[in-house]
């Protein structure tokens, strides 16, 4: 790797649909890496690579490709000044089902391209990505696409990303036609028209002067985007008022990067991926404005052994740190870990640290990815992606480093399951190729849980939505060749405390010879709303208030480990327990009877004593829905949703169509979508993804409580 300054790490997200395979494609057609462009709706698009993305026509794990893009080209020619850019690119699922694929993806990138329909707008899943994008404090573009389609409608989308997403978009472009007569656009930093010659892809242009009729729209736009950016540049600012004609390209560019890499505006570009319009401006675009691996904040991570935050720059010769965000099994060779690598260089062959495992690991080969092929290299350095083959032992998350200079790198944020099945499999010969089926699915995929009915002996597999396990169950036959009965989707409930209470549990046994002993004096209760913010990822605050030494410290840490496992099993129906807080505050112990296991007990003796007594409630999930309807479904679509016990959040109109949004219990939603097209004659369609989960109605926990106690089979 020759100048980190020319690396750009970049993803595109996006709602279902709104084209973000079909841009990728493109990008690789234009940088030459393809030279035949693959439809996704032919199932030929090289990042769809699954059997079941290419049947779907849908993308469902991340897929990352490397290329080169030669910026910046005169006419599409280069010249002298060209310089040749290094990409490593992601292309992320749409589907709220895979949304953990953008999770990693973004905990990774430095920068994002995010994709918007020109008809549609921002959607659910936009929203989704944004947070996403928003908690890594990753910079982004915004690409609004589709400009072809009847309806498009580019400003409309600009103050939809300003008003729904808060963010401050500002339009580098503005759109020369739209629908069928979308030709190019009009730069507003060149002030001069690009037109695109379909007969070569779009790969050549024309400048043409700012059209007659645009002129007094383009000095409007152009004045709102020299003075977003002009706080970056005082210079700019006394310029635009003296003489705005005084203003270099140059420098609007600088403002705009600086702007852009401070999160502090989205510049908004448009075009048509699928007609070859406007991908190669964007290409141009990452390379002025998104952030290289050193324009990025440096990389802070945690030294196990003292404890103190250390930064790693990205920097070939800093000691080697990488964090390890996919893992995929390849049929050909094996078990393959995607990681970033933040700092450092690593040569294949050699040996790295597992942070989370604390044991050592030889690479034996580092490959570049180009979606699902792998082509070897020697050696990989500071901010640049890439996959090793080699581990014995990995997990999604985990830090690798050099030995001798150990830290652990902050993982990244996964969202719990909402929806569970049962599976059984069919013969005996199935039984043995289901369980390591299901253990290589589980280490690629984070969402995924699986655990066994204690009462029924089935496996339980938890996953994001309906799509998903349908996914891991179809992956299970043709990839393991495992044939498995499945039961009806059950939801995925929580319990939760009211009330904290005071409890005293003691354990005592004698055996003859040395017995167990254990005294602990608690309170139990819901967690401070306070900590739940601060710890998002973290279910138990525990607090150890003993002092004295009425227990002593070594036994501290049993206790606090009973608890944490009392918790994936609540007290009123075996659910996991959400946001508990336990504070331990007096207790005593035996100088011969007293051990760890015994405070772990008595721990998880006290645990389900005191939960009965604090309320506990149980918890349902809750979804956020979207509708797109005619306007004449309004009526049946709504009173459905009603029956269903949603609460409708609001109605608005897009593209002719009438939107609809509510908050409606996950248990309630399944075939939802059959019932919407026999409501709307095939013409609504739906979104949904998961919100927040809250406590169920007395009639419907009493039904789950009662169906769980009864322990009924699930009926295949």
Wanted: charged letters at 30%; hydrophobic letters at 40%; aromatic letters at 8%.
């Amino acid at each position: 790797m020759a100048d980190l300054r020319l690396q750009r790490n970049f993803g595109i997200a996006a709602h279902i649909d709104a084209g973000k395979t079909t841009t990728t494609e493109r990008i690789l057609r234009y940088t030459g890496m393809i030279h035949k462009i693959g439809e996704v709706h032919d199932g030929a698009a090289t990042t769809d690579w699954m059997e079941q993305e290419k049947e779907r026509g849908i993308t469902i794990t991340s897929a990352a490709v490397s290329c080169q893009w030669n910026f910046p080209t005169v006419k599409g020619k280069a010249d002298a000044n060209t310089k040749k850019y290094y990409f490593n690119i992601i292309d992320t699922p749409g589907h709220v089902d895979f949304t953990v694929e953008v999770e990693r993806s973004m905990r990774v990138l430095d920068g994002l391209i995010a994709l918007f329909s020109a008809v549609d707008g921002v959607e659910p899943q936009s929203e989704t990505v944004w947070r996403q994008a928003n908690r890594y404090k990753v910079p982004r573009i915004g690409f609004v696409n589709k400009m072809d389609r009847s309806g498009a409608d580019f400003l409309m989308v600009v103050k939809q990303v300003k008003e729904m997403l808060g963010a401050k978009a500002v339009p580098l472009q503005l759109p020369i036609g739209a629908e069928d007569d979308f030709k190019g656009v009009v730069d507003l930093i060149k002030m001069k028209g690009i037109i695109w010659h379909m007969e070569t892809e779009g790969m050549t242009f024309d400048e043409i002067p700012v059209p007659d009729d645009m002129k007094e729209d383009v000095d409007q736009w152009r004045q709102n985007l020299i003075e977003a950016v002009a706080e970056y540049d005082d210079k700019l600012m006394e310029k635009f008022f003296d003489d705005p004609n005084s203003i270099t390209e140059d420098e609007v560019h600088e403002a705009i990067r600086k702007a852009t890499i401070d999160l502090s505006i989205v510049p908004m570009m448009c075009g048509s991926s699928f007609k070859n319009k406007g991908v190669q401006t964007a290409l141009d675009a990452v390379c002025r404005y998104l952030p290289s691996p050193v324009d990025i904040e440096d990389t802070v991570g945690t030294n196990p052994d003292t404890g103190e935050q250390e930064i790693r720059k990205a920097d070939p010769k800093a000691p080697f740190a990488a964090l390890a965000f996919k893992i995929m099994t390849d049929p050909f060779v094996g078990r393959l870990a995607f990681f970033r690598c933040y700092s450092g260089h690593l040569d294949a062959g050699s040996y790295v640290k597992n942070m989370r495992s604390g044991k050592n690991e030889r690479i034996s080969r580092i490959m570049k990815m180009f979606a699902n092929k792998q082509n070897p290299i020697d050696f990989i350095e500071a901010g640049d992606i890439g996959a090793a083959v080699g581990f014995k032992e990995i997990k999604t998350g985990d830090t690798l480093c050099d030995e001798n200079h150990p830290i652990v790198l902050e993982n990244m944020f996964i969202p719990e399951p909402v929806i569970a099945i049962a599976v059984e499999p069919k013969t005996q010969a199935d039984v043995d190729k289901m369980g390591m089926a299901i253990a290589k699915l589980v280490e690629e995929d984070p969402t995924l849980r699986v655990n066994t009915d204690e009462d029924t002996g089935q496996t339980i597999l938890r996953g994001m939505g309906e799509l998903h396990l349908e996914i891991i169950i179809d992956r299970m036959k043709r990839e393991f060749k495992v044939e498995v009965n499945q039961g009806a989707p059950q939801v995925a409930y929580k319990e939760a405390f009211r009330k904290t209470v005071e409890h005293r549990e003691v354990l005592k046994k004698q055996t003859g010879g040395r017995g167990k002993f254990a005294d602990i004096v608690f309170e139990l209760g819901p967690a401070d709303e306070e900590w739940i913010k601060e710890h998002p990822t973290e279910n138990m605050q525990f607090v150890n208030d003993i002092f004295g030494g009425s227990i002593p410290r070594e036994f501290i840490q049993p206790i606090q480990k009973g608890f944490q496992a009392s918790m994936t099993s609540g007290v009123l129906a075996s659910y996991p327990v959400e946001h508990m807080k336990v504070r331990i505050f007096d207790g005593s112990y035996h100088q011969v009877d007293s051990d760890a296991m015994s405070f772990e007990l008595c721990a998880k003796a006290g645990f389900r004593e005191a939960g009965r007594k604090a309320q506990p409630v149980l918890l349902e999930p809750i979804m956020r829905v979207e509708v797109i309807t005619p306007e004449q479904y309004m009526g049946d679509v709504t009173g459905d949703l009603n029956r269903r016990r949603g609460m409708l959040e609001g109605m608005d109109s897009r593209a002719g169509a009438q939107v609809i949004k509510a908050k409606v219990p996950l248990s309630e939603m399944f075939g939802y979508v059959t019932q919407l097209r026999s409501l709307s004659s095939g013409r609504a369609t739906s979104t949904m993804e998961f919100s927040h989960y809250s406590p169920a109605p007395n009639n419907i926990a009493e039904e789950v409580i009662a169906k769980v106690k009864g322990k009924v089979k699930v009926d295949q």
